[in-house]
């Protein structure tokens, strides 16, 4: 059971835009520490997608796009397309002392 | 741009050791950063199992503290991993990553490509 809740599947037509969200507590996202996403293609390690909430790292096309509030987070894509198709975990810091990941979404581009 | 490499057996024997090396190219260890250690296990999601500094303050899951030692040698540009104690639980791939953060460790970026480990006699 993971800190940090997201829901197991999202899906959306190509051109779409869909929304994930990642729910942790008062002990984690809720303390005010940072939210990070990843994406992992299928059979490839995660790749970092946001960082501190809400930047973007080099070469991410801006049709991705997080937020935070309270504690939860969410992430956006715009304009889906097929090569979207992949795992996105939320990541941020609890304070039992550890990194916690969110269980991930696994994204279905119709 | 650090690029980093996971390296160590792929077939570990139940209550044995398993042991994994992280060499890093393109970036010195020295110059700071954090290194951790994540694994995945089979259609599952992420998880974290600790991370180390150059200077080698480690901080541990502390759900599997009693069993993991994470280890740097500046040296050979390298960040090790001994799990103890191993069960077919620890079947996982195993990455490592350049971690970006202070206190609560940050973000990982780069990953590794992973190395698949299998608990098994």
């Known amino acids: 059971q993971s800190l940090l809740a997201q829901p197991p599947s999202v899906s959306g037509a190509p051109g779409q835009r869909v929304t994930m969200s990642c729910t942790g507590s008062g002990s984690n996202i809720g303390a005010g520490y940072d939210v990070h996403w990843y994406q992992q293609l299928p059979g490839t390690a995660p790749k970092l997608l946001i960082y501190a909430n809400n930047k973007r790292p080099s070469g991410v096309p801006d049709r991705f796009s997080a937020s935070k509030s309270g504690a939860s987070a969410s992430l956006a894509i715009s304009g889906l397309q097929a090569e979207d198709e992949a795992d996105y975990y939320c990541?941020?810091?609890?304070?039992?002392?550890?990194?916690?990941f969110g269980g991930g979404t696994k994204l279905t581009v119709l | 741009q650090a690029q980093l490499r996971e390296s160590g057996p792929g077939l570990v024997k139940p209550s044995e050791t398993l042991s994994l090396t992280c060499s890093v190219s393109g970036f010195s260890i020295s110059t700071g950063y954090y290194w951790g250690w994540i694994r995945q296990s089979p259609g599952k999601g992420l998880e974290w199992i600790g991370s180390?500094?150059?200077?080698?303050?480690?901080h541990y899951n502390p759900s599997l503290r009693s069993r993991v030692t994470v280890s740097v040698d500046t040296s050979k540009n390298q960040i090790s991993l001994n799990l103890r104690s191993v069960t077919a639980a620890d079947t996982a791939i195993f990455y490592c990553?350049?971690?970006?953060?202070?206190?609560?460790?940050?973000?990982?970026?780069?990953w590794g490509q992973g190395v698949q480990v299998t608990v098994s006699s």
């Open positions: 990541q941020s810091y609890d304070l039992s002392l550890r990194v916690v």
């Open positions: 180390i500094f150059y200077s080698g303050v480690a």
């Open positions: 990553a350049k971690s970006h953060g202070g206190n609560d460790l940050g973000w990982f970026d780069p």
